[in-house]
């Protein structure tokens, strides 16, 4: 699993220690109420909301996932999907997020 260099965070999450939160779900110890969001594993769909408590599940494949973003609820999780989709399509005129934001980080 990688994380994005610029992780986008929730509001309920912005002031506490993100480290220890990746550090948890890196860990498979668990996380309660806590989403990550990642690039889509199907091409047709932009993002994926996951609930952390799935990837603690050792059958979950996560060696390909790219988390962009981390989320308290499924209500916050929609609303940091949605900055995401409209941050990029004020700065691309499209919705490729992907490309996006690997632009983003090479350019970081």
Partial sequence: MEWYHKLYVSDSIAGKNVNRI????????????????TFSSNRENLLDIIPSWVLMQK???KKNLTVIGLAKGHEEALLLVKQIVEETYRNTGSVDIRSYLNEKRRLA
């Fill in 59 to 61: 059958a979950y494949p």
């Fill in 22 to 37: 990746k550090r948890k779900i890196n860990q498979n110890a668990g996380t309660v109420s806590v989403y990550v969001i």
